[in-house]
């Protein structure tokens, strides 16, 4: 009976010290590093867009046979830089880096380039309701899905960070800034690695 149970007990101990967990500050570290390679190879321009809800927690089996979970939320992070003559995009997770991958084209860092001014002085406005009474409501609906942006452009670092809330409306309860939000160079960009993401999640392989 003895030996089952420091046997069950092991097993938990084994279980738990293969279960990783790492938080948004680990992801920042391994993007922060990457990119600082990057600059030591002269390569200054480049940006990348973190996107992560609120709350929301993956949990992976690593090639090792270990798992690894978010701690607390999970945030994907897509690095975006051109390098002999293509574009590159490298994903990153809590969970580490992903191999580099070549895009097909340059026009995603093409459009970050030529629309560099707007993109770091438009500004995303928050949700205004048309139909809001100056009462708090009673029910109030949980927005957690963010994105946030970095850019380097020649060495000049700026960022932009919202709600995606901030870009819906509803028929019931219209968004005064509607129209305006979605008009921005950076709601562009923000679908335009809709559709990069779309094709390449799949091509992605851990390091």
Request: a negative charge.
């Amino acid at each position: 009976m003895m030996k089952r149970i420091i046997l069950l007990v092991f097993t938990l101990f084994i279980s738990v010290q293969s279960i990783s967990q790492n938080d948004e500050a680990y992801v920042d570290t391994l993007v922060d590093d990457f990119t600082s390679k990057l600059e030591s190879r002269g390569i200054n321009t480049w940006f990348y867009n973190k996107r992560y809800c609120l709350g929301s927690i993956e949990m992976f089996k690593m090639d090792d046979g270990s798992m690894c979970t978010s701690k607390g939320t999970y945030y994907a992070v897509y690095l975006i830089w051109n390098e002999d003559d293509g574009t590159m995009i490298k994903k990153f997770d809590n969970c580490g880096m992903y191999y580099s991958l070549t895009l097909e084209d340059s026009g995603l860092m093409d459009a970050v380039i030529a629309n560099k001014d707007a993109l770091q002085n438009e500004a995303v406005l928050k949700y205004d309701s048309a139909n809001w009474t100056g009462k708090p409501e009673q029910r109030t609906k949980v927005q957690p899905c963010h994105t946030a942006f970095r850019f380097n452009m020649d060495s000049v670092l700026f960022s932009k960070e919202y709600n995606l809330y901030h870009m819906t409306t509803d028929a019931k309860d219209p968004n005064k800034n509607y129209e305006h939000n979605t008009s921005l160079k950076i709601r562009s960009l923000e679908l335009k690695m809709d559709e990069v993401i779309a094709q390449m999640e799949a091509k992605f392989r851990r390091q």
